[in-house]
């Protein structure tokens, strides 16, 4: 997949970004916001060899599994997609291992949905990481936290 699509995502300059940007982002994010970020899990057929199929074994999936980072720009289109790694990489480790840390420039602005836990290597480019509040534990979000979410850089 990576060999084919490779040549297709195109990182943005920021000045076009920033011209093209929805308004939802405009008013409600910080005008920073560069890339919103995730993994994905692809299954993949069972490896005859040993040592890669327990590299690509989820215990989580059940299955072989291959994992991918992947970059949307605020308009929605795709900026960045990563090497395919097995399971057994955290979302960490996999955008530590990818190219995507050099993309980012200072005061640039990385959405995610949940806890990559990056915020260490994304500040080497001087850059910054927000996320979503979460509903862990609770029926709902309180009335504040779906604030803070509609703004979330304020």
Known sequence: MYEILQPLPCWPERDEL???KPMVFRNYFDCRVTVIIDCF???IDRPSNMTARAQTWSNYKHHNTVKY???ITPQGTISFISNGRGERVSDKHQTANSKFISKLIHEDLVLDD???EIQDL???ASAEVQYPAFTRGKGQLSATE???DMCFCC
């Open 18 to 20: 920033y011209a093209a």
């Open 122 to 124: 994304v500040a080497i």
């Open 114 to 116: 949940r806890v990559f």
């Open 41 to 43: 899990e692809l299954f």
């Open 146 to 148: 779906v604030e803070a």
């Open 69 to 71: 980072l992947t970059g």
